[in-house]
């Protein structure tokens, strides 16, 4: 049998033995992110939010990556991806600080570096900010408002349109303070991440 290569890249190799480093280069991010099942780890430690064992890490890695489900797994599958992330990937991700790994016992859980590489994987928030659709909800509530008060429907007969073009306003107001505040907050949180990258 060949045996694996576990020796740990240069890159991350440095931040090992940099006693006190709480950031990582973007070598060392970019060398973790490059490996499928090293984001698939990430992923899967994601969605579970707790420690988890190796053995069912394996599985689980090994049933996406074989497009079924886990107990229709053979042994040959679970072994595989088994002893690739118990000699190769997880003691990488470890030492790298992505992650806290006890080889004895194995059990895996998030370290504090992994929201660096989370940041680079993170394409949800692309979709659920969607600020565009708040824009075209008040504009469109804003030209409902404007038409009923220039027809004069129901309560809007006795408003004037001026009180309904400042409320229009005050509304497009509130939104984009809302939405400046939401990205600088975003920004702040970015910036932070971004500031422990060498």
């Not at 899967?44 to 107990?71: C, F, M, P, R, S």
Request: a negative charge.
């Amino acid at each position: 049998m060949a045996s694996v290569d576990t020796s740990l890249p240069e890159e991350i190799t440095s931040v090992t033995e940099d006693d006190g480093a709480d950031g990582l280069s973007k070598d060392v991010i970019f060398e973790l992110l490059k490996n499928r099942r090293r984001r698939e780890v990430l992923q899967y430690l994601l969605e579970a939010e707790e420690t988890v064992t190796l053995g069912e890490l394996a599985e689980q890695i090994a049933a996406w990556e074989n497009d079924t489900t886990v107990a229709a797994l053979n042994s040959d599958q679970r072994k595989r991806v088994y002893v690739a992330l118990y000699q190769t990937h997880l003691p990488k991700m470890d030492d790298a600080g992505i992650i806290d790994y006890d080889q004895d016992r194995g059990l895996i859980e998030l370290a504090d570096n992994a929201d660096l590489l989370v940041m680079y994987l993170d394409t949800d928030t692309h979709h659920t900010d969607r600020w565009d659709r708040w824009y075209v909800a008040v504009s469109l509530a804003s030209l409902a408002l404007i038409g009923a008060g220039a027809v004069g429907a129901g309560p809007l007969d006795s408003v004037s349109m001026s009180i309904l073009a400042a409320i229009v306003v005050c509304s497009f107001v509130l939104l984009s303070a809302a939405h400046v505040v939401v990205n600088y907050r975003r920004k702040l949180a970015v910036d932070g991440k971004l500031s422990r990258i060498e």
